[in-house]
Every structure is written in structure tokens, then in C-alpha cells.
């Protein structure tokens, strides 16, 4: 499951790719121009950026150039157009970008770029992983999860230990994607109880719109009416 912004000024643009991307698993932010995108890799590093290269503001491929001077540009960058040219493709790739896609997006190359583009973060991260110091008496505190670079605070591993008796309950003989609805329906219940069933304070929580809590929320069966009703 990976963290991916996807910038573009065109909203049917941006919930298109965000319920594709939703529905994989990932999660997902959104910026409809330049200075929210800014504002976004700020906050954290994203494992994949999809960029669109005409926007008001400021054109994808300045704002690619903008994150390479100032060092920003560690992630996987795609951009994304239905108007560029070879040569707009090309100085973007020679600027850092992974990848291009061209609209209109189909669902199928959508994924194959996402996941072809995540791919190119596996090797630093072995190679961090194998130069890491062994722990020995297999002392495994939590040092290596909280080291994941794009980590929400939300998921910051202090208030995951307080349900790690639910987490423990969670078989690791299941699918992975069975693992991990079970995962993420324990992890929205502890926020929806954290914050008194508040879908604002659980969507700033967590990091996600509330359109897309919402449908998280019911395609993971939790009904979130009924209990904030409840309470």
C-alpha cells in the first residue's frame, strides 16, 4: 500500500484516479495546482507523485524542476498530459521524471505505470534495510516501521501499540488483502472511537477526504451513521 499524490486542475481528473488508486489499496492525496502540491510534499514524502503538466499556476514540468533544485525530487514522478509534445516528455524525463502518461488514462495503464513506478523506490530501500545494524535477541522494537519515508502522523506507532492486542488478533495466513481490510477496519474503528465518531476529526486523522472516508468506510462494512448516531 503505497502514498500517492496525484496533481491536476481538472477534478473529474483527480477522483477518477483517486478511486482507482483507492481501490488498490493505496492511499491517496489530491492537489489541484502547484501550491497545494507544494504544500503536500512538505508535509511528507509521497512513494509516487502523478504530475499534470498544464495547470494554472505554475506547468508540471516547472514544478518538477522546482522540487529537483531544492532536493525535493526523491520520489518517483509521472506526469501525466493529453496536449504534450515528444520534446515536453523528454526534458521532463531528463528533469527526474520516471515515467509518462498520456490522457485519457485507462485504468490499465494507469496501475502498470503505478506499480512499474513504485518499483523504482525497492532498491534504496534494501539497500537501506541490509545496512541497517542487526538487533540481536531478536529484540524487534519499532524502530524499523517508524523509518518508512512518507509515514502519516497518523499512523505513528506509539498509538498503534495502544490496539496491538486487535493487531495481534489479525492471522497472518490470510491473503494479503484480506490482512489488510482487516488491518485498515481496526485502524478507522480506533480512530472513529479516538475521536467520538467525528468524521472531520477522523479525516484530518487519518489523511483523507471525507468523500473517500466515507467510501472506505462502507467498503470496509463499518457504518459509521449508525454509530455516530449512537454516541
Known amino acids: 500500500m503505497a502514498r500517492i499524490l496525484v ?14 488508486l483507492y481501490d ?4 491517496v492525496q489530491l492537489a489541484e495546482n502547484a501550491a497545494q502540491a507544494r504544500e503536500a510534499r512538505l508535509r511528507g514524502r509521497p512513494d509516487l507523485v502523478l504530475l499534470d503538466i498544464w495547470m494554472p499556476d505554475t506547468d508540471g514540468v516547472s514544478l518538477l524542476k522546482e522540487w ?8 518517483p514522478v509521472v506526469m501525466m498530459s493529453g496536449h504534450a509534445t515528444v520534446d515536453t516528455a523528454v526534458e521532463a524525463t531528463r528533469i527526474g521524471a520516471v515515467d509518462f502518461l498520456e490522457k485519457p488514462i485507462t485504468m490499465q495503464r494507469l496501475l502498470k505505470t503505478v506499480a ?6 525497492v532498491a534504496p530501500k534494501a539497500l537501506a534495510a541490509a545496512a541497517r545494524p542487526v538487533v540481536q535477541g531478536g529484540d524487534r522494537r519499532p524502530e524499523a516501521t517508524t523509518m518508512v519515508p512518507g509515514m502519516a502522523p497518523a499512523m505513528a506507532v506509539p498509538e498503534v501499540e495502544q490496539d496491538e492486542s486487535q493487531l495481534g488478533s ?6 494479503l488483502r484480506e490482512a489488510r481490510d482487516e488491518f485498515e477496519r481496526i485502524y478507522f474503528e480506533y480512530h472513529l472511537r479516538r475521536e467520538n465518531h467525528s468524521m472531520t476529526r477522523v479525516s484530518e486523522r487519518t489523511g483523507l477526504e471525507r468523500t473517500h472516508l466515507y467510501r472506505k ?8 451513521s449508525r454509530k455516530r448516531n449512537q454516541s
Open 7 to 20: 496533481v491536476d486542475d481538472e477534478i473529474g481528473i483527480r477522483e477518477l484516479l483517486s478511486e482507482i
Open 24 to 27: 488498490e489499496g493505496h492511499t
Open 68 to 75: 529537483a533544485s531544492q532536493g525535493l525530487l526523491d520520489m
Open 116 to 121: 512499474s513506478g513504485l518499483e523504482r523506490t
Open 170 to 175: 489479525i492471522s497472518l495466513d490470510l491473503p
Open 217 to 224: 468506510l462502507k467498503q470496509l462494512g463499518i457504518d459509521s
